[in-house]
């Protein structure tokens, strides 16, 4: 069965710090892969997407992840964390099995509390 | 286009109540998916949509739970019988599917949150 683990309920960085959220995944078919970030009582914003190509994707507000197929991850990093950073991050798993699939499979999440 | 629209953003029900949430997706959007979010927990998938056509029902979606699209734009999910169970919150999403290319990235709307008393 597909899974994705986020490795890591809860982060907590200090400002200006490494930013590193970890994403295994578990696939029998070519992945494609979804980092989300969700506010409080808000909906889920795209940060970033991996479907072919280059492995190491960018995406908004300055972050980045690397797709490791050996590795079956796609940790989500930034290099300095600023306090608009905290939020609940998703990784996710997009199923193309056939190019019909379309629904996603999450993981439980990880919150990221940034310290001043 | 304002993205993709739910309403009503928070309901509270008492146990047993029929309640019913709309979502409007991204206009030129064909497909439109469903997620329930527990507290702590990431999205878990409901049902999806291709234009009217519903093409996939998880199991986590029970007899309860009933969810249409008849004119393959705004799209409502109905809960009967409502139980303190289906507190979550409620996430809609759309996406655009090419036969032969796959989909563009899922675009979610803020969501609804249920609260069952």
């Known amino acids: 069965a597909q899974s994705v683990t986020q490795l890591g309920s809860h982060v907590s960085v200090s400002e200006g710090a490494l930013v590193l959220l970890r994403c295994n995944y578990s696939s029998s078919v070519p992945p494609y892969l979804f980092w989300y970030v969700q506010y409080p009582n808000q909906g889920l914003q795209l940060l970033l997407k991996?479907?072919?190509?280059?492995?190491l994707v960018k995406g908004i507000n300055g972050f980045e992840a690397e797709f490791k197929k050996s590795e079956t991850s796609f940790h989500l990093t930034k290099p300095s964390a600023h306090m608009s950073d905290a939020a609940e991050y998703f990784c996710a798993v997009n199923l193309q099995i056939g190019g019909q699939g379309g629904k996603l499979i999450f993981g439980q999440g990880t919150e990221l509390s940034v310290k001043p | 286009d304002t993205g993709v629209s739910q309403n009503p953003r928070h309901k509270i029900t008492k146990r047993g109540q029929n309640v019913t949430f709309r979502c409007d997706p991204i206009?030129?959007?064909?497909?439109l998916y469903w997620y329930r979010q527990t507290l702590g927990q990431g999205p878990e998938f409901l049902t999806y949509f291709q234009n009217e056509a519903q093409l996939e029902k998880s199991r986590l979606l029970s007899d309860r739970f009933s969810a249409e699209r008849p004119k393959g734009s705004f799209s409502t999910l109905e809960i009967q019988r409502t139980e303190q169970g289906d507190s979550a919150m409620y996430l809609c999403?759309?996406?655009?599917?090419?036969?032969?290319?796959?989909?563009?990235?899922?675009?979610f709307g803020q969501g609804t949150r249920l609260t069952v008393v």
């Open positions: 206009s030129e959007h064909n497909r």
């Open positions: 991996y479907t072919t190509g280059a492995t």
């Open positions: 999403a759309s996406s655009l599917y090419w036969a032969g290319v796959g989909n563009t990235e899922a675009f």
